[in-house]
């Protein structure tokens, strides 16, 4: 018999283990992908954004009415809804669906690259301003140079920009880092420390979930498939992984309907994708990816 490929047996790794898989608890998190255009096209962005890539076509207000009500009337246990792209403030509709979102009461978490799109919207977010509301901030790095690596030209100042004016205007406000360089944690945070001193930016660098340094995602990388025995060898709860309360909703080009993602990070795996509903969205999720490895399970990482 020929040897299986890994992450491509939904129910067997390539050792003929038996695959770990997450049970669904509620949805705890709700994530609307707001539509893959972004102002920028950055070197390693998991989910390839650009000023060209519409796969994910834009997020509509009438997709995330639906859903918030669908929410409701199960009785799912919502306490935060996240809102990730491409760049969300480019979505036409991005004012009406925050509003939307804050409406339910929820903590309200914006991923934003802080740049002219956001600014476009500044009377609005001033108008919305509340405790519930978080923007999280792409900075790469605290050094500009690097920082540039993988975003591109003229993208440090304008973050750095943005980000003073959440400051100076009182909004609660956090910083997305990543680990690609391979430095010491305590180093990164100690530069983000003194980025933040210099330019009057009130967060603190020491706090996790105020600059949260995301692992890295890699196709390079060889990584374990994660077997139903690597729980107890790790000594991970599959309840704390993403899967387990968060799903994220898409509008896929061409798709008649909004559906969900199984995993923030793979959206366009249709193996992840779970329907329009939320009642398609609970069935378990198999980690058949390598990202379920690299990133969750060994990387430790989560999106909220």
Known sequence: MDAVAPFTDPDVTATGETRASV??????????????????????????????????VYLKLSDVERVLAEVEETGQPLTEIGITGGEPFMNPQI????????????????????MTPMRHHCDALLAMQSDRLTLRVSLDHYDAALHEEERGPRSFQPAIDGLKWLSANGFDIAVAGRTLWNKDEAEMRAGYAALFAREGIAIDAADPEALVLFPEMDDATAVPEITTACWQILGKNPADLMCASQRMLVRRKGAKDASFAAC?????????????????????????????????????????
């Open 23 to 56: 049970d669904f608890r509620g949805l705890e998190t709700l994530w609307l992908n707001s539509g893959t255009l972004c102002n920028l096209a950055c070197a390693r962005c998991y989910i390839e954004s650009s000023p060209t890539n519409d796969r994910l």
């Open 95 to 114: 004012d009406a669906i925050l509003a939307a979102c804050l409406a339910t009461g929820a903590d309200v978490l914006v991923l934003t690259n802080a």
């Open 264 to 304: 923030t990070l793979l959206p366009y795996d249709p193996r992840f994708d779970s329907g329009s509903s939320l009642s398609g969205a609970s069935r378990p999720t198999r980690l058949n990816h390598r990202w379920c490895a690299q990133f969750c399970v060994l990387g430790g990482g989560s999106c909220g």
